[in-house]
């Protein structure tokens, strides 16, 4: 089974910042989700990771090895990154949702990032089939990944919502990839 995870929250992203290549470590609410999410699914085989440090130590929790793999970093926002969301011009929202190819200024687009994460899929997937593995990652990836395991464009990004500390479970099924739960967070009850 392969459970792909959103890291814990941040301050910046309890403040509304759009949060890519800048590196915060959780906030003490996003510890104690860590620690839920690896509470809730229990001993796994195998954890992967984002290289940044809200994602790392979100892994920790897990009480395994981190394997850091840089394709699971969050998407590169360029300008935008650690501006308020409030900020960034309808136009350019409209802009960003309507072209996959569109990226910030010395950001990166969509489609980008979508051919990095299903790379990083594609080579996690077999061993996903006899092992548990646990990717931790950021929304954006978590998206792509959705988009990997159902067959769609990158395009769903736009209509999906990502909780910090959510679990997608996407299982190995005979014809590929089978999304088993998406945006999962009852485990943060009560955390």
Known sequence: ??????????????????????DPDLDELGVRQATAAAAALGSVDRVVSSPLLRTRHTAEAFGREVEVDDRWIEMDYGEFDGQPVADVPAATWREWRDDLDWAPPGGESHRSLGVRVRAALDDLFEASRTS??????HV????????????VGDEVA???????????????????????GFNDVSHLVGA
């Not at 089974?1 to 800048?22: D, E, I, K, P």
């Not at 548990?132 to 990652?137: A, K, Q």
């Not at 736009?158 to 088993?180: C, D, E, K, N, Q």
Request: hydrophobic share 50%; proline share 6%.
């Open 1 to 22: 089974m392969l459970f792909v995870v959103r890291h814990g929250r941040t301050a910046a992203n309890a403040s509304g910042l759009l949060l890519g290549r800048l």
């Open 132 to 137: 548990d593995i646990v990717v931790v990652t």
């Open 140 to 151: 954006s990836p978590v998206k792509a990944a959705l988009a990997w395991t159902l067959g």
């Open 158 to 180: 736009w209509r999906t919502f990502v909780a910090p500390a959510s679990v997608m479970t996407v299982g190995a099924g005979p014809g590929g990839p089978s999304l088993r």
